[in-house]
């Protein structure tokens, strides 16, 4: 969840470190620090909050240095402080960014403390430089002395470490947490996220689980977990520095809405022509193995989950397949029992959730018929580790508030929906009208983005509320479920999802006229349970806010307010284009209440510790 960057040159790296900080704002983060080696002395300064006080402690006393390391912490060991900010520092030579959790650091730090180490901290992390140190006084060597403590660690996390007294050196190490190398011209670099190093370079090397790796300014050298020496694969990212920028918006989830069109061409772009889902969309041998698929289990977390829970109302509708749907942090402490052939999906944003990653590895011992990530970060060690890939293409997602990430997983799942049904059967014309729906979603999407003005006046009835209801059913009631998650997480108003037939059986004692219930409602068969349970609400004075099919004949009136979706959306395309609305809403309820859009207060965009 927290930033790295590392530099290593014959040039000033403070500025390379601080514009990766900056492009790792967007993971959430309550402190910032640097730490750089300056004629064998180690300078550092730390600042509690937003970037911008770190950025203004250099302006007033700048730091100078050819090697250094930086960081945005997001709390888990201690508040969020000065003292508890990395980097971490032992003696005056060694310094420790670490992102991830160390689960034995009470007992490391009991041991250190009896050797005479003096703890300033209350972090997990503190315990690692000071180890990397007992070991480096022992072994003269930095990368002997990594290698030592890592041994002695439990958890996940990565590492980046440096010793003033060897100015020409970089020690990483990785076990579950991400980090990459980012190669120059005689300089290198590393980070927690390649953003952080486009204006740098855009060829990488990604360290997998148990590597260690020395970086000096002219050589790599990586070695796994056997302490055996290993060539990784260079990647040359194909997105570049400018990508990420705001332009023309207000906030990045304002862009990120508005791309959501864009986004959808470009995931469903090479997949679908002439009326068909293309082979191998999924990999190289993907029909072969989706061909034997006799059951699917999804695991997510987040919006992701939400994604998840539409796939299984499609699928089971469509495919005929039975579908399971589990948060990644339950999946991982229970027994499921794996029903033959099935098939384990796993879908994630950032590709390096820790939860949905120790589900992956778990799952990967219980028999499963083959795992399939989808994903929108294509050297995220979710790609790397599973059987198939089906990549998002929405482009860097910078507001924590996922947005386009999500509906472009709506498109991947439904083409995996697709791909599964004409394995079991599907008829060729359906096929082709499926898919036609698919190649119709840009535009809908588009259509539906013209409700901003609208939406941005309707907003001002939720400025001064505290809670809000929101209402589904069938394959929409995940998208009541995201658009609550939405106002929740950039809003702070306190919002939940239900089906909306069980109002009756509890949530009708929240409703009245303070209570803002927002309902989606799509032209489909479900329509006149729907209406039943609007009237629900409006006989107990609640204020209905709908956003309602053009054909729903839902009619205004007193405490019912109508949003009439500017175009018809089939079932398979309504997920997406009912998506679109509640962003909106969420966004302009936020810009009315003056939170951080982009990242609001205790959320990070990668959630990477458990």
């Known amino acids: 969840m927290c930033g790295i960057v590392g530099a290593i040159a014959e040039r000033n790296v403070t500025p390379i470190l601080m514009e990766g900080l900056r492009r790792l704002e967007y993971r959430g983060y309550d402190s910032a620090g640097i730490a750089l080696e300056d004629g064998g002395t180690l300078q550092r300064v730390r600042r509690e909050g937003k970037l911008r006080h770190l950025e203004d402690a250099l302006a007033e006393s700048p730091l100078k240095g050819f090697l250094g390391i930086a960081h945005t912490r997001w709390a888990t060991h201690g508040a969020p402080s000065e003292i508890n900010a990395h980097p971490h520092i032992s003696g005056t030579n060694v310094a420790v960014v670490h992102n991830g959790i160390i689960e034995n650091h009470d007992a490391l730090r009991a041991e250190l403390a009896a ?22 006084t022992k072994l003269g060597n930095l990368l002997d002395a990594v290698r030592a403590t890592v041994v002695e660690l439990k958890g996940a996390y990565a590492l980046v470490v440096m010793d003033a007294n060897d100015p020409d050196a970089l020690v990483l190490a990785r076990s579950g947490g991400p980090v990459v190398i980012g190669l120059g011209i005689e300089e290198n670099f590393v980070a927690s996220d390649i953003t952080a190093l486009l204006p740098v370079t855009r060829r990488f090397q990604f360290l997998e689980n148990g590597d260690v790796a020395l970086v000096r300014r002219r050589s790599i050298e990586i070695f796994d977990a056997n302490g055996k020496a290993v060539e990784r694969r260079i990647i040359e990212s194909e997105l570049t520095a400018d990508a990420a920028e705001r332009g023309r918006f207000r906030h990045y989830m304002q862009k990120e809405i508005h791309e959501q069109s864009i986004a959808l ?71 499921p029992v794996v029903l033959s052939k099935t098939l384990f999906v796993v879908i994630s944003q950032s590709g390096e959730t820790a939860d949905t990653l120790a589900a992956l590895q778990a799952a990967q011992e219980l028999g499963y018929l083959a795992s399939l990530a989808i994903c929108n970060v294509a050297e995220s060690s979710l790609v790397r580790e599973t059987d198939l890939v089906l990549m998002t293409r929405a482009g860097p997602e910078i507001g924590v508030a996922s947005t386009k990430a999500f509906t472009t997983q709506l498109a991947a799942i ?53 809670h809000a209801l929101f209402l589904g059913r069938g394959v929409l009631n995940p998208i009541a479920m995201e658009g609550a998650l939405k106002l929740k997480e950039i809003s702070y108003i306190h919002a939940e999802a239900y089906p909306a037939g069980e109002l009756k059986h509890g949530p009708l004692a929240l409703v009245d006229d303070d209570m803002p219930v927002v309902t989606v409602a799509p032209n489909n068969e479900l329509l006149e349970k729907l209406k039943s349970n609007l009237q629900e609400v409006r006989a107990r004075g609640g204020q209905l806010y709908v956003f309602a099919d053009a054909d729903a004949e839902i009619d205004a009136g007193d405490g019912v307010h109508i949003i009439r979706m500017p175009a018809h959306a089939t079932a398979f395309q309504a997920p997406v284009v009912y998506t679109i609305p509640l962003q909106l809403l969420a966004y302009h309820v936020a810009v009315l209440k003056g939170t951080d859009i982009d990242q609001p207060r205790n959320l990070a965009k990668s959630v990477t510790v458990e």
């Not at 050797?115 to 480096?136: N, P």
């Open 115 to 136: 050797e005479g180490y003096e703890f300033t901290s209350e972090t997990d992390s503190e315990v690692v430089a000071h180890r990397v140190r007992f070991h480096l």
């Open 265 to 335: 061409a470009e995931t469903l772009e090479g997949r679908i022509d002439d009326g068909q889902v293309l082979d191998n969309v999924f990999g190289p041998d993907a029909n072969e193995i989706l061909a034997a698929v006799e059951g699917v289990h999804i695991v997510a977390c987040g919006t992701s989950y939400h994604a998840g829970l539409v796939a299984r109302y499609q699928l089971e509708e469509l495919a005929r397949l039975p579908c399971m749907v589990e948060i990644a942090s339950e999946y991982r402490y229970r027994r």
């Open 414 to 466: 439904a083409l995996l929906t697709i791909v599964l049904a004409k394995h079991r059967s599907l008829e060729v014309k359906a096929e082709q009208d499926l898919v036609k729906q698919l190649a119709e979603l840009p535009a809908l999407v588009e259509r539906t983005l013209a409700l901003d003005g609208a939406i941005s006046t309707l907003a001002e009835d939720f400025a001064d509320k505290h």
